[in-house]
């Protein structure tokens, strides 16, 4: 089976490339740049040169399934956000459905359905109840994706890790000096999921079995907090870490100056004011009990298992 991917040169993009390949797929992954291109080579995909808002429906024939991916993370307007994720995946949507593609899979976020109260999980809820520009956007490409004429899936994964992962070397690097800054009290419920877990889940969606029209949310079904969450990477350190927590009030004054930094460099970044809706929310956490029972699908990857091999590939490729 040929497929597409979007946003393959990213953290999730490159292990799904490589799950895809490991079925004997013929993966066909979208770069934006020679450079991206050699990337997604590297993992055993096809290069096809373009973006969403360019690419054309003739550049996408034989393509029977499309993982769309790519989106931003961080931008520097609700404008900027929705260009790329509401309206990019339109394009391409579009593009896939001239060309006659026979299913769309979308990798949404939790943040496109919010936050939960401590206790509560989503499984079967489509409702979208976002508090970041980031989760709007979100939901606004899965409206798309639901109204359009193909058959389609989505899944809203929460916060993913593992090999490669950027966002989460960070807390390894702080971690390492044995005091960590933490947002709130430590008490925020949460979901995780192992990138490449992650990935077979996604990879599972597009065999042709599988259920169309649903939203499904992949994780491991542990529940952790955020304090667990920084205790376990400094176990897996060797390092007793000790939280320093930041109030709602400090930490909105360190991210109003995070914010303006990164816009005087014309940069977006992941630390900004909107982001305390989220930093702050009292869970986010979701039940993966549906695409279980619907693929067979399980993660692999607890917290004990993760971290560390997260951190045996941070320290084999030289991150740490």
């Known amino acids: 089976m040929s497929v597409l991917v979007t946003g393959g040169t990213g953290f999730v993009g490159g292990h799904l490339i490589q799950a895809l390949r490991s079925q004997g797929q013929q993966v066909v992954a979208l770069a934006r740049s020679p450079d991206k291109a050699r990337a997604v080579e590297a993992l055993g995909a096809t290069a096809l040169l373009g973006d969403l808002h360019t690419i054309a429906p003739e550049a996408l024939g034989g393509i029977e399934v499309v993982y769309h991916l790519a989106g931003l993370t961080a931008a520097r307007s609700e404008a900027e956000f929705r260009r790329v994720n509401a309206e990019g995946t339109a394009r391409i949507l579009d593009a896939a459905t001239a060309a006659g593609a026979s299913r769309f899979v979308l990798v949404s976020s ?96 597009g065999q042709p079995d599988a259920p169309t029209g649903r939203i499904y949310y992949p994780a491991h079904p542990e529940v952790i907090t955020s304090a667990g969450l920084v205790r376990a990477i400094g176990g897996a350190l060797g390092r007793t870490t000790r939280l320093i927590p930041l109030p709602r009030f400090v930490a909105k004054g360190i991210l109003a100056v995070t914010e303006t930094g990164a816009r005087l460099a014309g940069q977006a970044t992941l630390l900004n ?17 549906s695409l279980s029972a619907d693929t067979g699908w399980r993660a692999e990857h607890d917290l004990a298992a993760g971290i560390p091999a997260t951190l045996a590939w941070y320290r084999e490729h030289g991150w740490l």
Do not use: M, N
Request: hydrophobic fraction near 45%; charge should be neutral; include cysteine.
């Open 110 to 205: 939790l943040a496109a359905a919010g936050p939960l109260p401590v206790g509560a999980s989503r499984g079967d809820d489509t409702a979208t109840r976002p508090v970041t520009d980031y989760g709007r956007s979100k939901a606004a490409a899965e409206a798309v994706v639901r109204g359009g004429a193909i058959p389609w899936v989505i899944v809203r994964p929460p916060a993913v890790y593992g090999p490669s992962d950027v966002e989460l070397l960070k807390v390894f690097k702080i971690a390492r000096l044995g005091t960590v800054p933490i947002f709130g009290d430590g008490s925020q419920a949460l979901s995780l999921v192992y990138g490449p877990d992650l990935a077979t889940g996604v990879a599972a969606l």
């Open 273 to 289: 004011r909107d982001k305390l809706h989220e930093f702050f929310a009292p869970a986010w956490t979701c039940d993966p009990a």
